[in-house]
């Protein structure tokens, strides 16, 4: 064995062990959709007397944590989205409307004076007319009276620390002109009381809640009171409570009006259905992808089944130590990267198959060196293909919103994890085998020494392939035509995200049928609503962007007829919002085929990028179009399938591309067309075995998945098909055309034929 295969063999366990050690001791961070709950994203609003920005928001935030605290909610993720928008995330709730209630009030910032702790002893200690009696911030409770000084007359509140007279950390005020004299009155007549007197404290109340309530310090007199600028609230403070407490009553001090402009609501129940149904999937998906690569590569098949088994191990720990929030999309591209890891291997193996069947009888260790050989002359494609994955999963990650982006962050560790795998994982197991004189000396038991069906096949029939190349762009340009038509006679299905409303999912204690429903909405006053069923018992309706009395009244209706009817989903998108993510997706791919067509020009040709990229606009607009025909939704999934596809589509044309470059380096000069032709046949065995490895994982989702990833799977089943032709019977006959036309470069017509006499031509397939 030689010192890198060990290196790698050493390297390969310690991280596999750490990624045990990781999964036994970490949970994992499910996402709302995943384990129930409400998410909301509020957006903030200019108020007369403060402007919605960074600044303003982050306050905002603080004050809203402080209320979601107030509710009770369990682990609740509060968040500054942008510059004015706050992201809120409350697991196990799944009525939003107390909540969007709470949220959405406008923060009430006042101050009081102290009239005593009430006496719960008396024959009726409730509050008298103008008087309250709240809890204050040490669990006690006092009885305020009235207030005649809000927190909009608070210019400024911040934390100081004052290490030179070891006073510590304390929080200083600044009013402003009216509210400088209510403040010097409040704290004047506070100070008629004696020291430790209840009374003499002034309370500061945030939404109800006492936040602080410190003593005028007995050197104020009584009347006198306190000057604005030079009010100091005191105490044992910490950095971070003095910071707390001047921020909350600066937020209060500058209150900014927040609306509801997204709101998503699922069921703990379709959560729990959700993570079993791709549980299953991921498990028959990924079974079958280890039968099938074990099938075709035998014994170093199932060595990379058996570093697939790895994969999935340190992606899961690695999702598991970021805290990458687990969504059902992310959950789904966990799933899809398990037969994307697959590509690297099949990549290594077919190239390691050509160097076996070029190297056996001219040396005396030919698996070996074809091994090595495979893995390194396929290290590029690896690279590069994996290298436009990322660059989709970016895409993902900076324009998409919610679980748009846990997919993107999904996939890009999926993608490290599988080179990961790969090129040391499956090359130190394969490697490792090697040595072994038995496996070396039967290759029907390695596998590389077989050349496989593919490629057996290819060499018989010899086909030339793109004699007439036009004819395949004729083609294709036909299916783009059949799609944009379409687009324009059945027009695109946005989903509740690009055009803004209501969409909620019920389901029913018994069978409803999508007509009854129908009638019964429109009975109750929605006769605009957009009834679909998804089974007997479930059903989806769309509306615009009503309230929570309506989505009440939709759910009494549909229980008339069908029984109980359980909320199980509730989208809410502002019309604002809709507008800005279906801006971003628009945004998205003009960058994907901006950053697609840059990386590919600077790794190969521009007349090779242009081609990629074509094909890959060719794939987006076949499968638009196709969910045009079929009236499927255009939604934020259907957005990251898409970008997925981008990035599976120019995966494909790369690998192609790649051999391209290699054959027509050996020839400088030459026509294209010989080494196009060649390379296009040396890379069909690749191409058709990552196809099926991926179609396994994506039928099973299509099948298994339930209804949240049927969608997804579908678009991404339809972009895998048509990518791969169109990497071969698109791209390759741009390419083609493209330097045919180049001034400075070799004819590449077909009406170029071989001598008679010469023999079959050196264009006639697969090297041998």
Same mark, same amino acid.
Do not use: C
């Given at each position: 064995m030689t010192r890198a295969t060990t290196v790698r063999a050493v390297l390969a366990a310690v991280v596999l062990l750490v990624s045990l050690f990781v999964t036994l001791t970490m949970s994992p961070r499910l996402g709302l959709d995943l384990q129930g709950g409400t998410r909301l994203v509020l957006q903030a609003k200019d108020s007369p007397t403060a402007k919605a920005d960074r600044e303003s928001t982050d306050r905002t935030v603080e004050v809203l944590r402080q209320r979601i605290d107030a509710l009770g909610v369990a682990e609740p993720t509060v968040t500054r989205s942008g510059e004015d928008r706050?992201?809120?995330?409350?697991?196990?709730?799944?009525?939003?409307?107390?909540?969007?209630?709470?949220?959405?009030?406008?923060?009430?910032?006042?101050?009081?004076?102290?009239?005593?702790?009430?006496? %719960?002893?008396? *024959?009726?200690? &409730?509050? &008298?007319?103008?008087?309250?009696?709240?809890?204050?911030?040490?669990?006690?409770?006092?009885?305020?009276?009235?207030?005649?000084?809000?927190?909009?007359?608070? &210019?400024?509140?911040?934390?100081?620390? %004052?290490?030179?007279?070891?006073?510590?950390?304390?929080?200083?005020?600044?009013?402003?002109d009216d509210a400088s004299r209510d403040w010097t009155r409040l704290t004047g007549e506070a100070a008629c009381h004696p020291p430790q007197d209840e009374r003499r404290r002034v309370a500061i109340v945030l939404d109800e809640k006492v936040i602080s309530s410190p003593q005028v310090s007995p050197s104020v007199t009584c009347g006198a009171g306190l000057p604005s600028g030079t009010t100091q609230i005191t105490g044992s403070f910490s950095a971070d409570e003095a910071k707390n407490l001047a921020l909350l009553i600066k937020g209060g001090a500058l209150p900014v009006p927040v609306e509801v402009v997204e709101q998503r609501t699922v069921g703990p129940t379709l959560g729990a259905e959700a /993570?079993?149904?791709?549980?299953r999937a991921a498990v028959i998906g990924a079974g079958l992808t280890a039968l099938f690569i074990t099938f075709?590569?035998?014994?170093?098949?199932?060595?990379?089944?058996?570093?697939? !088994?790895?994969?999935?191990? /340190?992606?899961?720990?690695? =999702?598991?130590?970021?805290? $990458?929030?687990?969504?059902?999309?992310?959950?789904?591209?966990?799933?899809?990267? /398990?037969?994307?890891?697959?590509?690297?291997?099949?990549?290594a193996f077919e190239r390691a198959r050509e160097e076996y069947a070029s190297r056996s009888g001219r040396t005396s260790r030919p698996l070996r060196s074809a091994l090595a050989a495979g893995f390194r002359n396929a290290r590029t494609a690896v690279v590069d293909s994996n290298v436009t994955t990322l660059l989709a999963a970016g895409l993902l990650f900076g324009l998409g919103s919610g679980p748009v982006k846990g997919f993107g962050v999904t996939l890009a560790i999926g993608v490290l994890v599988s080179m990961f795998s790969a090129l040391v994982i499956a090359r130190a197991l394969t490697e490792m085998a090697a040595n072994s004189r038995f496996v070396t000396d039967f290759p029907g038991v390695n596998g590389i020494g077989l050349r496989g069906r593919v490629r057996t096949y290819l060499t018989r029939r010899a086909p030339q392939l793109f004699r007439r190349s036009r004819r395949w762009l004729g083609v294709s340009t036909v299916v783009v035509a059949l799609a944009v038509l379409g687009v324009t006679l059945r027009?695109?299905? =946005?989903?509740?995200?690009?055009?803004?409303?209501?969409?909620?999912?019920? +389901? +029913?204690?018994? *069978?409803?049928?999508?007509? +009854?429903?129908?009638?019964?909405?429109?009975?109750?006053g929605f006769a605009d609503a957009e009834v679909t069923t998804a089974g007997e018992r479930e059903l989806s309706v769309r509306t615009g962007d009503t309230g929570d009395r309506a989505e009440a009244a939709i759910r009494d209706a549909l229980s008339a007829e069908g029984g109980a009817a359980t909320k199980v989903r509730d989208d809410l998108i502002g019309p604002s919002l809709g507008n800005e993510l279906r801006r971003h997706a628009?945004?998205?791919?003009?960058?994907?085929?901006?950053?697609?067509?840059?990386?590919?020009?600077?790794?190969?040709? #521009?007349?090779?990028?242009?081609?990629?990229?074509?094909?890959?606009?060719?794939? $987006?607009?076949?499968?638009?179009?196709?969910?045009?025909?079929?009236?499927?939704?255009?939604?934020?999934?259907?957005? !990251?399938?898409?970008?997925?596809?981008?990035?599976?589509?120019?995966?494909?044309?790369?690998?192609?591309?790649?051999?391209?470059?290699?054959? #027509?380096?050996?020839? *400088?000069?030459?026509? =294209? =067309?010989?080494?196009?032709r060649a390379a296009v046949l040396q890379t069909v065995p690749r191409t058709v075995n990552t196809g099926m490895g991926a179609l396994f994982i994506l039928t099973a989702l299509a099948v298994l998945g339930g209804d949240s990833l049927r969608d997804f799977a579908l678009a991404l089943l339809i972009g895998i098909c048509v990518g791969t032709y169109s990497s071969v019977f698109t791209a390759v006959p741009v390419a083609l055309e493209m330097e045919s036309r180049r001034k400075d470069g070799a004819p590449t017509r077909q009406r170029q034929r071989p001598k008679a006499g010469r023999g079959r031509p050196a264009d006639n397939g697969a090297r041998v």
């Open positions: 706050v992201l809120v995330e409350l697991p196990d709730v799944t009525d939003p409307r107390e909540a969007a209630e709470v949220l959405g009030r406008t923060a009430q910032l006042t101050f009081h004076p102290v009239l005593g702790v009430p006496d %719960d002893a008396a *024959p009726d200690p &409730k509050p &008298k007319a103008a008087e309250l009696v709240l809890p204050d911030e040490s669990g006690g409770r006092l009885r305020l009276g009235a207030s005649d000084l809000s927190g909009a007359g608070v &210019k400024d509140a911040r934390a100081e620390f %004052d290490g030179q007279r070891g006073a510590g950390w304390s929080v200083s005020l600044d009013f402003r /993570i079993s149904a791709s549980a075709v590569y035998r014994l170093f098949g199932g060595l990379a089944a058996l570093a697939l !088994a790895g994969y999935t191990l /340190i992606s899961y720990a690695a =999702l598991v130590a970021l805290g $990458v929030t687990l969504t059902l999309p992310g959950l789904a591209g966990f799933v899809l990267a /398990i037969g994307m890891a697959v590509d690297a291997n099949v990549l027009g695109l299905n =946005l989903g509740v995200e690009f055009t803004g409303g209501r969409l909620m999912e019920y +389901t +029913t204690s018994r *069978p409803v049928g999508i007509d +009854t429903a129908r009638t019964a909405l429109a009975d109750a628009l945004i998205a791919l003009g960058i994907a085929v901006g950053a697609q067509l840059l990386y590919l020009a600077v790794r190969f040709r #521009w007349s090779f990028a242009v081609a990629s990229v074509t094909a890959m606009v060719h794939d $987006v607009v076949i499968l638009v179009g196709v969910f045009a025909w079929l009236g499927r939704p255009i939604d934020g999934i259907f957005l !990251a399938a898409l970008l997925t596809v981008i990035g599976y589509s120019v995966n494909d044309s790369v690998v192609v591309f790649d051999r391209v470059r290699e054959l #027509w380096a050996r020839r *400088p000069g030459s026509p =294209l =067309l010989p080494a196009a």
